[in-house]
């Protein structure tokens, strides 16, 4: 409806929802689908929907012709705040996350807060965990605007929702522009990730990347108080807020032993260290901290018991 009035006649697509749609095969029909339709090097693609249509419409995108205008309509809170800025599109290898990629920044993102007004409440509330992440980890204006918006927040209210998107957005393109290729600073983003890809894995994907990431965060954070890295308040506060948008309001149920083995596995990709990402001061942390077995070992069994 918003392209037509500009004398565009756009070509759509529809692509399955779900993770399952980030496959080598639902990358092939894209393609064909490019292949029949004649697009050409002036072709723009309009990525509209959530992280996992960012994540393939951009590879697409950024493969077509060697490389094709790509635009991102995010339409769930977690491709606003996060997917749809960074420039990192992809597909699942079969058996990793994300193996398969390129970095294709788009030409332009739009994110329109009426979108959200039909997502499932719980996909809604879960992508309150990356912009806690912002909060904690880099911008101390966001952890308050989340603390203060709370009810407004819930409720759903675009004018509060466009306030923090716009605060994570930027504070996401920030750290981008300085390091897109995530050869340091950019590692900062991974606050939480740690552990929280190590949930996600060892439960076989049923925890949803938002608990993950909020279980990863105070795994984090308890590492932090242990190592005297940061205070116990800052570890209280990013509890409160948590809980305050539902997150998560139980230990998981998940078998110790295996999160911390997809830890060790995660040592292994990096050899042979794991480079965790550590909260000093609320709005500040640091990334590449060396943190002894014992420690991680300790704060895992107890998150989880
Ligand atoms: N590229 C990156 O930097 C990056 C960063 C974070 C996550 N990701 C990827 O993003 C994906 C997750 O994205 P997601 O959380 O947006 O999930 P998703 O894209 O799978 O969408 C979740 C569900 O919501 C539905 N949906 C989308 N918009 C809706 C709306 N407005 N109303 C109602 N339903 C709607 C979808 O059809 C789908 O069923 C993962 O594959 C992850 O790897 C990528
Ligand atoms: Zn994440």
Redesign the pocket.
């Known amino acids: 409806k918003a392209v037509k009035p500009t004398g565009v006649r756009p070509s759509i697509y529809i692509v399955r ?3 399952r749609s ?1 496959s080598m095969s639902a990358l092939h029909d894209v393609l064909a689908f490019f292949e029949r339709r004649n697009i050409d090097r002036a072709g723009v693609v309009i990525a509209v ?7 393939l419409a951009g590879f697409a995108a950024s493969v077509w012709l060697r490389g094709i205008r790509l635009v991102s309509v995010p ?2 809170l ?2 606003m705040v ?2 749809s800025i ?1 420039g ?3 597909i699942n290898g079969t058996r990793s ?2 193996a398969i990629g390129t970095f294709w920044p788009p030409s332009a993102v739009v994110a329109d807060m009426e ?2 007004e ?3 409440a719980t ?1 809604y509330r879960d ?1 309150f965990a990356e912009v806690v992440k912002y909060g904690v980890a880099m911008d101390r204006g966001i952890f308050d605007l989340l603390r203060v918006e709370r009810p407004q927040l819930l409720e759903g209210d675009p004018r509060a929702l466009q306030r923090v998107v716009f605060r994570s957005v930027t504070a996401k393109a920030l750290v981008v522009a300085r390091d897109e290729r995530e050869r340091g600073p950019r590692a900062i983003l991974n606050y939480g990730h740690t552990a929280g890809h190590a949930l996600e894995a060892a439960t076989g994907f049923r925890v949803s ?1 938002g608990r993950a990431v909020a279980f990863g965060m105070r795994v984090a954070a308890r590492i932090a108080l242990s190592l005297e890295l940061c205070g116990p308040r800052l570890v209280q506060a990013q509890d409160e807020l948590l809980a305050a948008y539902g997150l998560p309001d139980r230990s998981p149920a998940a078998d110790p032993d295996r999160v911390l083995a997809a830890i060790e596995h995660d040592k292994k990709a990096r050899r042979g260290r794991v480079a965790w990402v550590m909260p000093r001061r609320l709005g500040h942390a640091e990334p590449g901290h060396v943190v002894p077995s014992g420690v991680v070992r300790r704060m895992v069994r107890k998150a989880l018991a």
């Open positions: 929802a779900g993770e980030k929907g959530g992280g996992t249509v960012g994540d339409t769930t977690l491709a996060d997917s960074g990192k599109t992809g996350k994300n979108c959200l039909t997502l499932p996909a992508a990347h």
